[in-house]
């Protein structure tokens, strides 16, 4: 049975940290490009950050130089270290795998084309 579990989200005031992680079980993590996405109120889903075994990460513009995401293939783990929130990052942030796509660029591009997605952590940055 495939699996993503989120966990860490939470409500954070703008400026804060915070760090979600996704466990995966059930399906081969390393053949897999992994990431994160998110959908805010009202908002369509958008890749946040995608990351593959050999081509690298892929952060939106949006969030590049705050959130930094690496994964580890022994726990077959994928994180997601979010530092000086913005109110505009609250959303429900979800984590997906794709197989068959070499690079994140091209699994965060594609906002609904992923194999298999958590259920969803919501991140609230509010004060």
């Known amino acids: 049975q495939v699996q993503l579990v989120e966990s860490g989200g939470g409500l954070v005031q703008p400026g804060g940290s915070l760090r979600l992680s996704c466990a995966a079980s059930g399906f081969t993590f390393y053949y897999n490009t992994v990431g994160w996405f998110r959908q805010a109120p009202g908002k369509e889903r958008e890749g946040v950050s995608c990351?593959?075994?050999?081509?690298?990460?892929y952060y939106a513009d949006s969030v590049k130089g705050r959130f930094t995401t690496f994964r580890d293939n022994s726990k077959n783990t994928v994180y997601l270290q979010m530092n000086s929130l913005k109110p505009e990052d609250t959303a429900v942030y979800y984590c997906?795998?794709?197989?068959?796509?070499?690079?994140?660029?091209?699994?965060?591009?594609?906002?609904?084309?992923?194999?298999?997605w958590g259920q969803g952590t919501q991140v609230t940055v509010s004060s």
């Open positions: 997906a795998a794709r197989y068959g796509v070499t690079t994140g660029q091209a699994m965060c591009s594609s906002a609904y084309d992923s194999d298999y």
């Open positions: 990351i593959s075994n050999s081509a690298g990460t």
